[in-house]
């Protein structure tokens, strides 16, 4: 009979696996994946006929996949207490901007040809490219800020309110992919309700948290019962007043 695997001993795995020197090594190998595929399409021609469009719909899905698993993080953690999970979240909300800036340069230098009337154009005609804009400059915001001497510089209080920014440029880069897309299609509906879902996550618990914690009352510290000076003793324990 094979011997149970229990749950605390997988989560030491998985935490000891995490915190090893070739995990982030091994994740920055696999978030450039994306990419090297694309390029690699793209020269042998099996983008289809329009390979710029596609380079572009490419990139922009996948900045909105890195920033869905980026905020996934916590959660997940939550759910399986393997705290090694945090170490990713700066990298992969990284990724997710490094994907972003592919998906804007693309369309600004192989679809528009840097025609910045044109682009202009589109962002005041075409209320997405508005959406995106605005996602685009949020996790620009936070990647400049995510630095730790930008955490001393801005305050813990401070930085992590301006990082709460993330939740808006999810729900904005999800808007962009709704509405860019002709008619109602499943995909950007369901990659709209996995970031409801985890932004209702993260907040549920802190609630039920603080539901369920027990008032703590504390009671004021009893006053001494006299507010004179111990009487004096001498070394064998007798009293003064005993003596005179």
Request: charge should be positive.
């Amino acid at each position: 009979m094979a011997a149970a695997i229990h749950i605390p001993d997988l989560r030491a795995a998985a935490n000891a696996a995490l915190t090893s020197r070739w995990a982030k090594p091994a994740v920055f190998m696999f978030a450039l994946i994306p990419l090297i595929w694309t390029v690699w399409l793209a020269y042998t021609g099996e983008l289809g006929a329009e390979p710029v469009l596609e380079s572009v719909k490419a990139s922009g899905l996948w900045a909105l996949r890195f920033l869905l698993i980026a905020l996934a993080l916590t959660p997940l953690r939550m759910l399986t207490g393997v705290a090694g999970l945090a170490r990713f979240r700066r990298m992969l909300g990284l990724f997710a901007f490094f994907y972003a800036v592919v998906h804007l340069s693309t369309y600004i230098g192989l679809d528009q040809f840097f025609d910045w009337t044109a682009i202009w154009q589109d962002i005041v005609k075409r209320p997405y490219i508005t959406v995106g804009m605005g996602a685009f400059m949020i996790l620009t915001t936070l990647a400049a800020t995510s630095t730790g001497g930008m955490v001393k510089r801005l305050g813990g209080k401070r930085w992590r309110l301006l990082h709460k920014g993330v939740f808006v440029a999810g729900l904005a880069a999800c808007l962009h992919f709704i509405m860019l897309v002709k008619g109602w299609q499943t995909a950007p509906l369901v990659y709209a309700l996995i970031c409801i879902g985890l932004l209702a996550f993260r907040r549920w618990p802190i609630r039920l948290a603080r539901r369920k914690e027990p008032a703590v009352r504390t009671r004021p510290a009893a006053a001494p019962r006299s507010a004179e000076a111990p009487e004096p003793r001498f070394p064998d324990g007798s009293s003064p007043a005993r003596r005179s």
